[in-house]
């Protein structure tokens, strides 16, 4: 009787494993590295989740009140209500179709309308942001981005903000700093800031005077080395 039921268990594990269909909806969408859906998909219809609005500087973040997909069309409605980023209150409604890792599409909030096209998160993005959870989603995106795998390198053993050292503005850290100067020879805070990662556009006069004092003993102690 054991012999036979270890049998049948070696035969069920045997069983090839039946293919999983990709789930076209679940994760972050956005544009530019920040994620605007943050979508879950019950394999059915329905989807759940937030939808972040942004303007002037601000965010407001919505639950989703009613999320539809129909798979034959790859069409997506998805419809809520709440208080914009510019205090305004209303409700709106997100149009799309899905098409691979692109969901384009028209909005409406309030009496505003639109066209969007928003990309699903980089996977090695996702990644970063999944193991190093301290990490705000935006400054996971543009690492993958910028970096590719190396980013995995640059941000091992980081428990924390902590870890990474100075914070320089726009989620730039010191940990970054000493990868630049490192391996691509950065000597100089423009360097950094315009020519590998263009935080120029966003770093305030003070941060880059900071950045600009760090780097000059930063780099004098590499080339004593």
């Not at 045997?14 to 879950?40: M, V």
């Amino acid at each position: 009787m054991t012999l036979r039921i270890f049998c049948a268990l070696l035969a069920l594990l045997s069983l090839p494993a039946t293919a999983q269909t990709p789930d076209p909806i679940s994760g972050k969408w956005g544009e530019g590295g920040a994620p605007f859906l943050d979508l879950q998909y019950d394999g059915k219809r329905g989807i759940t989740g937030t939808v972040t609005w942004r303007g002037g500087g601000k965010e407001a973040t919505m639950p989703i009140r009613s999320g539809t997909f129909d798979p034959q069309r790859n069409a997506l409605t998805i419809e809520g209500d709440g208080q914009g980023p510019d205090g305004r209150k209303g409700a709106y409604k997100i149009e799309g179709v899905v098409t691979g890792d692109v969901i384009r599409g028209k909005y409406t909030f309030a009496d505003t309308t639109g066209d969007f096209s928003f990309d699903r998160r980089d996977a090695l993005a996702a990644e970063l942001a999944s193991t190093f959870s301290f990490l705000d989603d935006t400054i996971a995106a543009r690492l993958a981005a910028t970096y590719g795998t190396m980013a995995r390198g640059m941000l091992s053993g980081a428990a924390g903000l902590c870890d990474l050292g100075v914070h320089f503005g726009n989620g730039l850290y010191q940990r970054e700093v000493e990868h630049l100067i490192r391996n691509e020879w950065a000597m100089a805070a423009d360097d950094i800031l315009w020519r590998r990662t263009k935080l120029g556009l966003r770093v305030s006069r003070d941060d880059r005077a900071r950045l600009s004092s760090f780097m000059t003993g930063a780099v004098g102690d590499a080339a004593n080395r």
